[in-house]
């Protein structure tokens, strides 16, 4: 809209680029936050502190914790300061669920994903002036980015 694009096709074409793209963005934010060093990532991780409703407690919590991993969740998520052992408790309980391997899947998945829509939104996007190099630029700096 801003750059003047009026063909609806185009828009639609771009949006559902951005929003994958914006999805996949906010999920690896997460897991840098719990994963990354603050030499990475420019920042002491505080989500696990702050009861952030991320991709790493989402997926634990609702999709494969079993009841008494969940109330640990329960009685430590958002209620434990940075580098206490509940937090490391907690980091290990997503490392155990299997959330390092689950989480390189998802970044694959979303990477092929948007890839994928060159072939159904690239030309859509050429007719009206918007090249796909855009997105594809804006993939690769984020694509399995570590900070």
């Known amino acids: 809209v801003y750059a003047g694009i ?5 828009y639609d074409a771009a949006r559902d680029i951005l929003v994958t793209m914006g999805v996949y963005f906010q999920a690896q934010d997460d897991y840098l936050d ?14 696990i502190q702050d009861k952030k409703c991320g991709w790493l407690f989402t997926k634990a919590y609702h999709e494969l914790c079993n009841d008494e991993q969940r109330k640990f969740l329960d009685q ?20 155990e669920l299997g959330l390092k391997d689950m989480y390189a899947k998802y970044e694959q998945n979303s990477y092929d ?5 060159k072939d159904t939104t690239g ?11 855009v997105f594809e630029k804006f ?3 984020v694509y399995k980015r570590s900070k």
């Open 139 to 141: 993939l690769k700096k």
């Open 123 to 133: 030309k859509k996007l050429e007719d009206a002036g918007v090249p796909w190099e």
């Open 34 to 47: 719990c994963y990354g060093t603050p030499e990475q990532i420019g920042k002491v991780g505080t989500d």
């Open 6 to 10: 009026t063909d609806k096709a185009a």
């Open 113 to 117: 994903k948007i890839m994928k829509l």
């Open 76 to 95: 430590h998520y958002g209620k434990c300061k940075v580098g206490t052992k509940e937090e490391e408790k907690i980091k290990e309980l997503y490392t």
